[in-house]
């Protein structure tokens, strides 16, 4: 056994790869990212950044049934893009084990929503892990594979920030000689064509699947009743274990790894030994309410808050029903905020001083970009998901009328362009609407630490590939060539004018504004 | 630093907890990972947390560290601290909630203006001084002179820090060579006896 330091990220690639995983497919997204860029760095395996998460899932399930065992790799709110594939993933099954591994972001570190991806794992029927540090990340990830070829289904391994970006001690095996299954596709019409008359069978076997999983997950190692003070028994999962441990170091304890399906029979003997039965977990009250579903009663909202992280002052205030103590010293000076902010060298600062200057409305997108939003820019009017930008400007003018296309403008970045722009643009075209599209391309994607894209002409592994060409992209859908320009960053005098220009001509317009990442730059990530 | 050092005592039953904080781009998370590996090496249970992503543009950024014979939380709790190094001079009164009086402080004096900030806050030493007993600044841009690169300042305030830790030189040198480039490793070193140097001056 080795002695290891390592983020839940560098736990869950080493994890993969000592079990044997030859295919990870994913898309960059805090705080998940490191995960694929681990593990692509391992010898022998297939990797690939995808387009988006859909596409990265279904990668994903086609090496699965090609016998692989495959990783793929997201954020929470890029289970959104993947979840057509994650429903019916669960009927098809598996043939080498597939696990998708996905971060959730409590407290919305870097992200537009604290979503509880537990909740997926309901909807979808299928089995959830829940590590609690970078041991457990390791250890579960080698589980996971097992269990996802036992009961043939995908498995979603779930790790939030303080799992994915906190770094621990990892005791792993040396020198592992991966396992790996025989690789080969097999025709199996019934169980990989979801008609609907194969479908419903499926389902009936899915239902199957859980009900087996519930009761036999009563005896595995990674769900642990560790009984101490029987005055108070604490159910928790993930990260909260760390929190309850610190806040009550004397209660009685059981930590759940498997969180879905619930292993209810050894909840119901948990809480018949203890006095009184509490819910520790971070976000929805997702335990809480299977568990009094089932008739236990228990406690938990009431004590602890639904948004946000927790921690262990916070566990152990909240359940005391104490305020927050006066702090032991007092800073009296008033401080600015230091909040993020677009940097100080970034090409495209000054789009966003035209935009301002112009008083246009924006429909912004998920980047560095989104930045523009505060001073000194304070230039972007909605954000709210990957690819938004492009389809809300069209449905102000869809609900305005097309005069109102010269008013708005759509900014996004190249790598969001790529994830789901496109699909808007064409929408428009289609649909013949007039706004302004306008791609900040830095040839990166650089909020998540300077990942390749379809547009920067480079793979994970930095070798070369094709461009997408906007020019040729933008005629294949009929824009005439004065409807889309490529202009230079670094001269703003040319960007207004072409704005100005093409938002005079009220049609759908493309323009492509052109500056390399400073960052990505000094890094030499475009050589 | 003066005073009994409760950090050399009751070593391995004790949790430590240290906070580094600075602006985004300072080299806070190398300098943590550093710190958290020599920890390992020296036989104790470490945790560190620290958030990517977006904040890392131009905001504030922190690295717990804990360690001890058994840590469960990433996280330091509110008043625990037992060390504090900071890169930039007012970013420190952004963590007082973490820190008590009895917190030993490593304090830069080095003014980053935060985006759309033109006036830095006057009496930050002065407020720090009326808090804290165990406090030193330091004048950054003279150790960057020393140095000869500013690259290497991070490992020179974990010098600073080293000799008031319980973890011996060569856990140190072993995890600076393990996180650094192979060929800056020499520079590394310099760097991190340097501040070990300054921190022995009165």
Not at chain 2, 158 to 180: F, Y
Request: aromatic share 6%; with cysteine; proline share 5%.
């Amino acid at each position: 056994m080795k002695k290891k330091l390592l983020s839940g990220n560098e736990a869950i690639a080493l994890g993969a790869w000592d079990a044997g995983v030859t295919v990870g497919a994913g898309y960059p997204g805090t705080p998940s990212t490191e995960i694929l860029e681990n593990f692509s760095c391992y010898p022998d395996v297939t990797s690939e950044w995808s387009i988006n998460e859909k596409v990265a899932y279904e990668v994903g399930m086609g090496a699965s049934l090609q016998g692989a065992r495959t990783l793929v790799t997201m954020k929470h709110v890029g289970l959104n893009v993947a979840a057509d594939g994650l429903f019916t993933s669960a009927y098809v099954g598996v043939k080498g084990g597939f696990v998708l591994v996905c971060a959730d972001d409590p407290d919305m570190n870097s992200s537009q929503n604290e979503q509880d991806n537990r909740h997926y794992a309901i909807a979808a029927k299928v089995p959830m892990l829940d590590p609690s540090d970078s041991q457990d990340a390791y250890d579960f990830m080698r589980f996971a594979y097992t269990l996802s070829e036992k009961y043939d289904t995908p498995v979603i391994l779930r790790t939030t920030t303080r799992i994915s970006h906190a770094k621990s001690i990892v005791e792993s095996e040396e020198n592992v000689q991966p396992q790996r299954p025989k690789t080969g596709f097999e025709r199996n019409v019934p169980k990989y064509v979801m008609i609907p008359a194969y479908a419903r069978p499926r389902h009936r076997i899915i239902e199957e699947r859980m009900s087996k999983l519930a009761e036999e997950a009563v005896g595995m190692e990674i769900n642990r009743m560790e009984m101490r003070d029987a005055s108070l028994g604490i159910v928790t999962s993930g990260i909260s274990y760390q929190y309850v441990r610190e806040s009550f170091p004397d209660a009685s304890v059981l930590k759940l790894g498997l969180i879905n399906p619930l292993p209810m029979t050894l909840i119901k003997e948990f809480a018949s030994k203890v006095k009184k039965l509490v819910v520790v977990e971070e976000l929805d009250p997702v335990f809480e309410q299977q568990i009094k579903a089932a008739g236990i009663a228990c406690e938990g909202k009431k004590h602890f808050p639904i948004t946000g992280e927790l921690n262990q002052d916070i566990v152990s205030r909240g359940y005391a029903g104490v305020p927050k103590p006066k702090a032991a010293v007092v800073n009296s000076l008033k401080l600015p905020p230091r909040p993020p902010s677009l940097c100080p060298g970034c090409p495209h600062r000054s789009v966003f001083q035209l935009l301002n200057k112009h008083k246009l409305i924006v429909t912004g997108d998920i980047g560095c970009y989104t930045l523009g939003v505060l001073p000194p820019f304070s230039a972007m009017d909605t954000c709210v998901e990957m690819g938004a930008s492009v389809g809300m400007a069209q449905g102000m003018e869809a609900a305005e009328g097309s005069k109102y296309a010269h008013n708005v403008v759509a900014v996004i970045g190249d790598s969001t362009f790529a994830h789901s722009g496109i699909t808007g643009f064409i929408n428009a075209a289609y649909n013949k609407r007039n706004s302004l599209i306008l791609v900040l391309d830095n040839g990166i994607t650089a909020m998540t630490g300077m990942q390749h894209n379809p547009f920067s002409g480079k793979t994970i592994l930095n070798q070369q590939t094709v461009t997408v060409d906007y020019v040729k992209l933008a005629e294949s859908v009929g824009l005439p060539a004065d409807q889309v320009r490529i202009v230079n960053a670094y001269k703003p005098e040319e960007i207004e004018k072409d704005i100005l220009e093409m938002l005079a001509k009220k049609k759908l317009c493309l323009l492509i504004v052109k500056g390399p990442c400073v960052i990505a730059k000094g890094k030499g990530r475009y050589d | 630093m003066v005073g009994r050092n409760p950090l050399k005592e009751g070593t391995m039953d004790k949790i430590h907890g240290i906070l580094m904080v600075g602006v985004g781009g300072q080299g806070v998370v190398l300098a943590s990972d550093i710190l958290s590996l020599a920890a390992m090496n020296a036989g104790f249970d470490v945790k560190k947390s620290e958030i990517h992503g977006m904040s890392q543009r131009g905001g504030s950024i922190f690295s717990f560290i804990r360690f001890g014979k058994k840590v469960y939380s990433p996280l330091i709790s509110e008043g625990t601290a037992d060390m504090l190094l900071s890169m930039e001079e007012m970013e420190t009164l952004r963590w007082m909630d973490y820190l008590n009086p009895e917190t030993r402080l490593i304090v830069s004096k080095m003014h980053i203006l935060p985006a759309n900030v033109t006036e830095y806050p006057v009496g930050v030493e002065k407020e720090l001084a009326a808090n804290f007993k165990h406090l030193r600044f330091v004048d950054t841009d003279q150790l960057i002179k020393q140095l000869g690169n500013p690259k290497v300042l991070n490992v020179a305030f974990l010098g600073m820090m080293a000799d008031a830790l319980p973890m011996g030189m060569d856990h140190w040198a072993s995890a600076i060579k393990d996180s650094v480039p192979q060929k800056t490793y020499e520079k590394n070193m310099e760097a991190f006896e340097l501040g070990r140097t300054k921190a022995k001056e009165a």
